[in-house]
Nanobody, 125 residues
Framework: QVQLVESGGGLVQAGGSLRLSCAAS????????MGWFRQAPGKDREFVAA????????DYSNAVKGRFTISRDNGKTTVYLQMNSLKPEDTAVYYC??????????????????WGQGTQVTVSP
């Protein structure tokens, strides 16, 4: 089992920045491909970003590319999501996810076996 705990959410004005953290425990962190997803009120959960265990492969949704950066510190068993130039439409609950299985597509929810509880990000106009 892997436990994931997100932190770092909050209220920020449009144009501001936040850094989300996801602390993992339970198994070898470096073997896990990590992802961030988000769910806005009344909408389906959507992919945000993903990062391979070695850090050599990243994926981003078009909505956040160029503004968000995913990174990880395997020594601290933590993955981060740096969010810059935030927009009101970035308002959502952000979820961290993990998988240790090879997949063709790391941008879809069913790829991931483990999920955190989420952290709220609210961007005011």
């Amino acid at each position: 089992q892997v436990q994931l705990v997100e932190s770092g959410g909050g209220l920020v004005q449009a144009g501001g920045s936040l850094r989300l953290s996801c602390a993992a425990s339970g198994r070898t962190f470096s073997s896990f491909h990590m992802g961030w997803f988000r769910q806005a009120p009344g909408k389906d959960r959507e992919f945000v970003a993903a990062l391979s265990g070695s850090g050599g492969r990243t994926d981003y949704s078009n909505a956040v590319k160029g503004r968000f950066t995913i990174s990880r510190d395997n020594g601290k068993t933590t993955v981060y999501l740096q969010m810059n130039s935030l927009k009101p439409e970035d308002t959502a609950v952000y979820y961290c996810a993990a998988t240790d299985h090879f997949a063709r597509n790391y941008t879809i929810q069913r790829t991931y076996s483990y999920w955190g509880q989420g952290t709220q990000v609210t961007v005011s106009p």
